[in-house]
């Protein structure tokens, strides 16, 4: 008869033969349901088309994933069967995992990649331009590197006159991506005209801390412009899309930055010629302007406006006097015919009333009495007239007028005398 057993003795039985029986496993499957704990488990199932299994992954091992596991992704996990002996059930205690058919590391980066481009980083319209001459270099990259070496050379051989500020830095390893992501937040405090970020060739996991989101991040909130020169050619990292300026390795970026002392100075030179021509011309030309404006000054001066002014003067003073002179001309002349007429006009008069006045002297003489008569003579006036001595009758009064008598007479008598 078989030994009876406690439901705990029979668990820890079964929990003592899985775990030494599958002690290492590897098992493919399809993620379900994966749960970041706030502990920094994992916990998820793995399953396919017939059967799941539940899988935890402890924080120590998540810690070192570097991807995102994702619900349905197919993934090889590498562990051992742990049992939990209370409730007598027992999961996969995963220490690695891999996506099914491509590397970790690969999953990595284009998750990242994907993440990064979502939150705009590699957008164009956010990437700072470089200055056009650049004074300053901070270079984040290992003070040991051939990488440096290599950028100084070149560097020294293109522009001595550039100053280059060394931020050594840990570009490898564990703590690699944090001592990028430091150095990088510090030169950019330093009043850099550009900070190059970099590292010579080597594997995928060489390169790995450059496309950590920590140093991404670090890339873009700076304000200084930045080239991520890593690896070869051939090398792209996360770095590379998110930096203002991708150089294929560390001393292309330098050759990129700065300018070639000796093609510059044949610029210069080149520059000097053209300068010499060009401010050549500008000088005949601003000599023939100068000569217009001195002969439009003279032309436009006080004294050539006063001689203008004068000489208009002179003009208007001619043509009035021409003018006065014709006018005194013609009213001379009509003065001399008004003359003419009056004169003419004056002797027809004169010879008018001389004619009149001869023909009334005539009348006169012939009317008038001698001397001796008019002192004889007087008028004869009735009540203030004039009047004949026939119509005076008896009796009635009137007045004899010489020019200094005045009588006032009586008719006593009146007898009219016969005619023979």
Aim: net charge neutral; proline share 2%; charged share 25%.
């Amino acid at each position: 008869m078989n030994q009876t057993l406690s439901v705990s003795s029979l668990n820890n039985q079964i929990k003592s033969l899985l775990e030494t029986t599958f002690l290492h496993v590897s098992v493919e499957g399809e993620v379900s349901r994966p749960t970041y704990h706030s502990s920094g488990h994992l916990y998820f199932i793995l399953k396919d088309a017939d059967s799941s299994i539940s899988c935890v992954m402890f924080k120590g091992n998540n810690k070192a994933l570097k991807f995102q596991v994702e619900e349905g992704m197919a993934v090889v996990i590498h562990g051992s069967i742990s049992v939990f002996s209370p409730r007598g059930t027992y999961q996969i205690n995963c220490m690695m995992m891999e996506p099914s058919g491509s590397g970790a590391l690969a999953k990595a980066y284009e998750q990242l990649k994907a993440k990064l481009g979502a939150k705009g980083y590699f957008d164009v319209e956010r990437k700072k331009a470089l200055p056009r001459f650049i004074r300053h270099i901070a270079l984040v990259t290992s003070g040991t590197g051939a990488a440096l070496q290599d950028m100084l050379r070149v560097a020294t051989k293109r522009w001595p006159l550039v100053k280059i500020t060394l931020l050594d830095t840990l570009v490898q390893g564990e703590g690699a991506k944090f001592s990028i992501a430091s150095n990088i937040a510090k030169a950019d405090t330093l009043g850099v005209d550009v900070i190059i970020v970099g590292r010579g060739g080597g594997t995928v996991e060489d390169l790995w801390a450059f496309n950590e989101e920590v140093v991404a991040d670090a890339i873009f909130a700076s304000q200084t412009p930045i080239v991520s020169a890593v690896g070869h050619e051939i090398d792209y990292v996360i770095s590379d899309f998110v930096a203002d300026l991708r150089a294929s390795t560390p001393s292309a970026a330098i050759e990129m930055i700065l300018p070639d002392s000796v093609e510059m100075l044949q610029r210069i030179d080149s520059m000097m010629e053209r300068y010499t021509l060009i401010s050549g011309r500008i000088l005949r030309s601003k000599e023939e302007s100068l000569e217009h404006l001195k002969r439009l000054f003279a032309k436009r001066s006080i004294d050539e406006k006063l001689s203008l002014w004068k000489n208009e003067i002179s003009i208007l003073q001619s043509q009035y006097n021409d003018k006065i002179a014709l006018l005194h001309r013609e009213k001379s002349r009509q003065v001399s015919l008004l003359q003419e007429q009056i004169h003419f006009q004056t002797r027809q008069n004169l010879a008018k009333k001389e004619q009149l006045l001869s023909s009334y002297t005539l009348a006169l003489n012939s009317k008038e009495p001698t001397r001796e008569q008019k002192e004889c003579y007087a008028q004869i006036v009735k009540e203030g007239k004039k009047i004949a001595l026939e119509k005076i009758d008896e009796g009635e009064t009137f007045e004899l007028q010489t020019p200094h008598t005045i009588l006032k007479a009586k008719a006593v008598e009146k007898r009219t005398l016969k005619q023979e």
